[in-house]
């Protein structure tokens, strides 16, 4: 019957401890650094979570926590598989920090339309699959793009990339289902990679809708 919980001394929440808590509406936790498998699984009236100093966010931690909106971790590095899967209340994520996005992390969030993920330099399988309100997407430092990352992801027609290196297009399958895969968004890439970008596995299969960055305008 639980509906707030806050501590300032838990490190780390175990696996499971509060999955199908269907009342707890609000998670404060400034001292957390990982929270466990399906740690809130299913916790469906979950609204907001703070994680301030939270690193890692497990498999399944927050699976269907419908309606979350605010999820503050700042610190997290990494999001694993299914780690905030089918939250489908999520408008917004910033994870400054984060290097790597697992399998299905994010997949079926459907009202998520602002992901701000700067270091991020891996996207797993369906990382974003099914996001249905993401438009545009910007990956700074991303270097591997899994296959069917983006899959169903029906209003997405922008993808920027900024690396230095081109970025590894695992199956061009990674856009399917998205106005992308039908000829009709852009992917941009710095200047001097346009090039290769167009002759690139995968990549080619795009080579007509491939930008330089000099011409993106929001």
Do not use: M
């Amino acid at each position: 019957n639980i509906q707030e919980f806050e501590d300032e001394n838990i490190i780390n929440i175990k696996q499971y401890l509060f999955s199908s808590c269907y009342k707890l509406t609000k998670v404060n936790l400034p001292k957390c650094v990982n929270v466990g498998h399906n740690a809130f699984h299913s916790c469906f009236a979950l609204s907001n979570v703070n994680l301030p100093e939270c690193t890692n966010v497990g498999d399944g931690a927050f699976v269907q926590c419908e309606k979350l909106k605010q999820f503050n971790a700042p610190k997290v590095t990494q999001i694993e598989d299914d780690g905030l899967r089918r939250c489908t209340s999520l408008l917004s994520v910033e994870l400054p920090e984060c290097i790597t996005v697992s399998h299905h992390a994010f997949e079926n969030c459907t009202a998520l339309s602002n992901v701000n993920i700067p270091k991020c330099i891996k996207l797993g399988e369906w990382a974003f699959g099914s996001c249905e309100s993401l438009e545009s997407i910007e990956l700074p430092e991303c270097i591997i793009i899994s296959s069917r990352a983006f899959e169903n992801c029906t209003a997405l027609t922008v993808v920027i990339l900024r690396s230095p290196t081109v970025c590894r297009l695992r199956d061009s399958d990674a856009f399917l289902g998205t106005p992308i895969k039908s000829g009709n968004g852009y992917i941009y890439v710095p200047d001097e990679l346009i090039k290769q970008y167009k002759t690139a596995t995968n990549w080619s299969v795009f080579a007509n809708q491939i930008k330089p960055l000099s011409e993106y305008t929001e």
